[in-house]
């Protein structure tokens, strides 16, 4: 029930609840930095670390797509152990200067891919089933937990 209420705290009218909520997020970029460079991402992610942000701690700089797919393959295995909730993975080029040269679609990097992971299943009770009925006569049916 708390991650369902974290999903949609930022879209909340009212910012006191949202202000009563955990929330907490991870860097995970250097988007610009005058006088300093990288050459790859992992290196971003180590520095950031070292200034004090908060970045993901399931990251894994993988030589070649079979240990990229090993670790995606782990994290779904653990993700119910980790500390936040996660639906995927993601496996991203690590050098700065091939992103560049693979360069992005209309919306989507080309040096990086999703994979989702099988949804959870989990038990839960049901305390209510609510059906509103609007002026058009349309329903809405949705359970309490």
């Known amino acids: 029930m708390q991650e369902m209420q974290q999903l949609g705290s930022l879209r909340q009218l009212d910012s006191k609840k949202t202000a009563k909520r955990p929330l907490d997020i991870y860097i995970f970029n250097v988007q610009r930095l005058e006088g300093n460079t990288f050459n790859s991402h992992y290196e971003q992610l180590l520095y950031l670390e070292r200034l004090g942000f908060n970045v993901n701690p399931v990251k894994k700089q993988c030589i070649g797509i079979e240990s990229a797919i090993k670790e995606v393959n782990s994290i779904g295995e653990r993700r119910e152990g980790l500390s936040f909730g996660t639906d995927g993975a993601v496996i991203k080029v690590d050098n700065l200067d091939l992103r560049e040269i693979l360069g992005t679609n209309f919306k989507t990097p080309k040096w990086a891919i ?32």
């Open 114 to 145: 999703a994979y989702k992971y099988p949804p959870e299943q989990k038990e839960t009770i049901l305390k209510d089933i609510v059906c509103q009925v609007r002026k058009d006569r349309s329903n809405n049916t949705y359970g309490n937990t």
